[in-house]
């Protein structure tokens, strides 16, 4: 196209930048990043949210949260999407309360969390022994009408068996199971 003299738009942009992030190549994606800066091509929502979900694929959490102010700076709102690729990240470097934070951050937007982002808090919560607080999530759920999952039940349950509360978790199994959800027993004591 750079040949032929066909400038490349934003469309162009951004394919290239979601797949060198799709590719686990980051450093690429930047490049192209950067470059369409240079081209005065202006980056949208799309573009960010691919590079933010790519720096997080990588674990490059302060790189991520870098951009993603760059692109608030810019006018531009990050979606729900980018907010769980973050999430999802904050919960795997153990920064539960950093999860949380932005979480609470996206509902006072006015913005719905996905069951997923749901998941891995309460887990996170859970490996932290922090079982209160995915109790409470839980609770904050059911209050807005989410109904949990499996993965949910599976993480609360685990977390009552790692605090030594087999009564607790075998309780819950059995309410569980009258509402004729199955519990995954891997990894449960």
Known sequence: MVESGIPADEFTFNILIDG???DRNVLAAMKV?????TQGVTASLITYCSLIHGLCACGKLDEAIALRDQMMCSGLKPDIFTYSAIIKVFCK???VDKARELFDDLVKQGMVP???MYNTL?????????TEDAFALHNFMLDRGVLPNTATY???IGGLYSKGDTEGAKRLKNELANKGLKIDNIGLG
């Not at 309460?122 to 922090?130: E, I, P, Q």
Request: hydrophobic share 30%; aromatic share 12%; charged share 35%.
């Open 20 to 22: 060198f992030c799709k």
């Open 33 to 37: 990043f950067d470059e369409m800066q």
């Open 93 to 95: 470097k153990k920064m």
């Open 114 to 116: 996905t069951s997923l």
């Open 122 to 130: 309460v887990d996170a919560y859970c490996k932290s022994r922090r």
């Open 154 to 156: 599976n993480s609360l």
